[in-house]
């Protein structure tokens, strides 16, 4: 059974730039969560989805950040004019259910020139 | 007070001992925990997930939970150099609004030296 993916595994973008980081859930599960985690910091919540629905974006920040889960398709974290301080690795994970184990992809790992 | 907290460590063991790595809670509302694993670069692997008050084992690991004390712990018999990594601990809806998002503590880096 496949996992978690994430897609780019490492991403590069200089300031001002788009960054779009996607993940496809484990076959079945319909939950998706986003998480960051900052260089030497712990894991962070940002976002949770389920299909076509955001659900909880309590730990997005307010501005620049977006996060989609459409009917077809990998879910998308997208964060637009990236700073130097987005530099993080980005975690999906999904669940079958909301409060169900969740289990993790590789991440994405985004760093800003 | 930290909605999730874990002994910051780094804990360190002879290979063989046992490593014990503990973990408190703010929400009484917190029904279930887990322990995740992160090797150094990786995502977090789950090692446990824990519901009732008690102990649960899964081969050298045995997860505590003590829901009257919001006290939750991780035993790791016969510690092997494998096992280094940090290892975090997880509540869903830990103080949040939704029911599903997991609050991680701050994790504890273990190294195992031969």
């Known amino acids: 059974n496949a996992g978690v993916m994430q897609n780019p595994r490492h991403l590069v973008r200089r300031r001002g730039q788009e960054a779009r980081l996607r993940c496809s859930p484990v076959?079945?599960?319909?939950?998706v969560y986003w998480y960051r985690q900052l260089p030497e910091e712990g894991l962070k919540f940002m976002v949770y989805?389920?299909?076509?629905?955001?659900?909880?974006e309590s730990g997005m920040p307010k501005e620049r950040f977006s996060a989609e889960f459409p009917k077809e398709g990998p879910s998308i974290l997208r964060i637009q004019q990236v700073v130097r301080g987005d530099s993080a690795a980005y975690f999906c994970?999904?669940?079958?259910?909301?409060?169900?184990?969740?289990?993790f992809g590789p991440g994405t790992r985004l760093t800003v020139l | 007070q930290k909605e999730v907290e874990q002994n910051s460590g780094p804990l360190s063991v002879p290979e063989g001992a046992i490593a014990s790595l503990n973990c408190t809670y703010s929400?009484?509302?917190?029904?279930?925990f887990f322990w995740y694993r992160q090797y150094s670069g990786k995502s977090p692997e789950l090692i446990m997930s824990?519901?009732?008050?008690g102990d649960k084992e899964d081969g050298r690991f045995t997860a505590q939970l003590n829901k009257a004390s919001q006290y939750v712990s991780l035993l790791i018999r016969d510690s092997q150099p494998s096992d280094s990594a940090t290892y975090l601990c997880?509540?869903?809806?830990?103080?949040?609004?939704?029911?599903?998002?997991?609050?991680f503590g701050q994790g504890t880096i273990l190294t195992v030296h031969p």
């Open positions: 994970a999904s669940s079958p259910g909301g409060g169900d184990t969740q289990y």
């Open positions: 076959k079945g599960h319909s939950h």
């Open positions: 989805l389920q299909k076509e629905n955001i659900i909880d």
């Open positions: 929400d009484r509302g917190s029904q279930s």
């Open positions: 824990i519901y009732s008050n």
């Open positions: 997880a509540a869903p809806n830990a103080g949040g609004t939704s029911y599903g998002k997991l609050t």
